[in-house]
C-alpha cells in the first residue's frame, strides 16, 4: 500500500516538474523504449536529452521531483562539486543551474555514449563555463578497466554480477580520485558525489586522510556487492568523521 501510495503521489506531482510531463509516463510504460531518445522539458528551465528508457526517466524523476541529491546540503556554501558516474548528467545540471556561476563542477563519466549525452546537456543548457566534463572512470588507480555495459544505461558497472541481460565489455581510462583533483586543480570538494555501480566501496576506503579531510558533503548511491552493503559504508565514514 505504501509503496503504491508514493507512486500515485509522483504521478500527480510529475506534471510540475515536466512540462511535457507525458514524455515520462510513456517511458515509464515502455512505450519509447529501445533506441529512442526524448527531451525532458522542465519547468525550471533545463532541456535534458535522454533515452527512451524507463531507467533514465527513474533518475530524472529521482534528482528533479525528489530533489534526493540536494538534501541536507546548505547550498550557499558551495563552490566545488565533483560528479563521479555523471551519466548524462542531470545531477551536474541540477548542481550548475542551482549554484550558478560560482560553481566549479568536474563531471565524470567512463561510457561513451552516456558522455556525448552528457556533454550536449551541459552544451545546451549553457554551463560549459561551470563544468569540466571527462570521459574516464575513478578507480584507485590511474590505468585501463573493463567496464560491462548493458541496454540500461544507468547501469554500467565494472561489476559484471550487477548486471541483467546481455553485456558487453569495453576498456577504458581509469583515474584515482587524487590524479583528478590535481589535474583540475579542486583543493577542496564541496560536494562529491558518487553513483559507480558497486566501486563506490574501493574508491572510499582507499582514499587517502588528507583527501577525506577536504571533502565537506559526500553523497552517493550504494550497492549491495559481495564483500560489502551500505551499512558499511555508513560505518566506515562515520569513523572518518562524516
Given at each position: 500500500?505504501?509503496?503504491?501510495l508514493?507512486a500515485?503521489k509522483?504521478?500527480l ?5 515536466c512540462?511535457?510531463w ?8 515502455g ?7 526524448v ?7 533545463l532541456?535534458l536529452?535522454?533515452?527512451?528508457d ?8 529521482e534528482v ?8 541536507f546540503?546548505d ?9 563521479l558516474?555523471?551519466?548524462k ?9 542551482k549554484?550558478?556561476s560560482?560553481?566549479?563542477i568536474?563531471?565524470?563519466?567512463p561510457e561513451?555514449?552516456?558522455?556525448k549525452?552528457?556533454q550536449r546537456?551541459?552544451r545546451?543548457n549553457?554551463?560549459s563555463?561551470?563544468?569540466?566534463m571527462?570521459?574516464?572512470a575513478?578507480?584507485?588507480?590511474d590505468d ?6 548493458t541496454?540500461y544505461t ?26 583528478l ?9 564541496d560536494i ?12 572510499i576506503f582507499n ?9 565537506k ?10 564483500a560489502?552493503?551500505?551499512n ?9 568523521g562524516?
Open positions: 500500500m505504501r509503496i503504491a508514493k500515485l509522483a504521478i506531482l510529475w506534471p510540475f516538474v512540462k511535457n507525458w514524455v515520462g509516463v510513456f517511458s515509464y510504460l512505450l519509447t523504449s529501445g533506441n529512442k531518445e527531451l525532458y522539458r522542465l519547468r525550471s528551465g532541456d536529452e535522454a533515452s527512451g524507463s531507467g533514465d526517466f527513474q533518475i530524472v524523476k528533479f521531483l525528489h530533489k534526493s541529491y540536494l538534501k546540503i547550498l550557499p556554501t558551495i563552490k566545488t562539486v565533483v560528479d558516474g555523471a551519466h548528467g542531470f545531477v551536474t545540471t541540477q548542481f550548475a543551474q549554484l550558478g560560482v560553481v566549479r568536474l563531471s565524470v563519466e561513451p555514449n552516456n558522455f549525452h552528457l546537456n551541459v545546451k549553457g554551463f563555463k561551470q563544468v569540466i571527462q570521459n574516464c575513478v578507480y584507485t588507480k585501463y578497466l573493463t567496464l560491462y555495459t541496454s544507468p547501469g554500467h558497472s565494472m561489476y559484471k554480477e550487477l548486471q541483467k541481460g546481455k553485456k558487453k565489455k569495453i576498456q577504458v581510462p581509469c583515474y584515482s580520485l587524487k590524479t583533483m590535481k589535474e583540475h586543480r579542486f583543493k577542496e570538494i562529491l558525489k558518487i553513483d559507480i555501480e558497486g566501486a563506490e566501496y574501493e574508491i582514499l587517502e586522510q588528507s583527501i577525506l579531510d577536504h571533502i558533503y559526500i553523497v552517493m548511491e550504494c550497492h549491495k556487492i559481495d560489502y552493503n551500505v558499511d559504508m555508513v560505518t566506515y565514514l562515520g569513523k572518518k562524516f
